[in-house]
C-alpha cells in the first residue's frame, strides 16, 4: 500500500510554479487566437514531441509534471524567452503580473492593434498621468478630512 506523505515545502513551491507556467501557457495560446487542438497538432509536427489536446490541457491546468523538452517546445512555439519565462516563476514582474489577468492582457493586445504601437505608449502613459493625478487629489482631499476632524 503506498502512503503519500504531506508535501515538502519543496513540494508546494514546485506545484505553484507549475500551474503558472500552466495557466501562462494558455494565457498566450488563447491570446494568440489558438485552439487546444491545433497547439497540440503544431507542437507535434513541428518538434516531434508526443502531445494531444488532453496533455496540454493538463499541462495548462497544472496537473502534470511538465517535461523540459516540452517546456522548451511550447516557449518557442508561444514566442516566448524561455529563460523570461523561467524568471517569471520566480519572482513575476509588472507584465507577468498583467497578463495574469486574460481581461488585462486581452485589453492591451486589442489596444496596441487599435491604436499602433506609438499609439497605445502615449495612451498608457496618458493614463499614468491620469493615475498621479487621481492619487494627488485622492491625498490632498484625505489630509482635508484629516485637518477638519482635529478643528
Known sequence: MYIRSVPSAY??????????FGK???LYRENRGLRGSDA???LR??????????YLS?????QVDIKLK???AIADYLQLDASALVASLV???GIEYLAQDPYVFKSLIRLREDLGPEGALQTL???FEWMEDYDSRKKRSQEKGAGKKKS
Open 58 to 62: 493538463r499541462i495548462e491546468s497544472g
Open 24 to 26: 501562462d501557457v494558455k
Open 70 to 72: 516540452h517546456f522548451l
Open 91 to 93: 519572482a513575476p514582474s
Open 40 to 42: 497540440a497538432e503544431d
Open 45 to 54: 509536427s513541428r518538434y516531434g514531441l508526443r502531445i494531444d489536446q488532453s
Open 125 to 127: 502613459n496618458q493614463f
Open 11 to 20: 513540494d508546494k513551491l514546485l506545484l505553484e510554479l507549475i500551474s503558472r
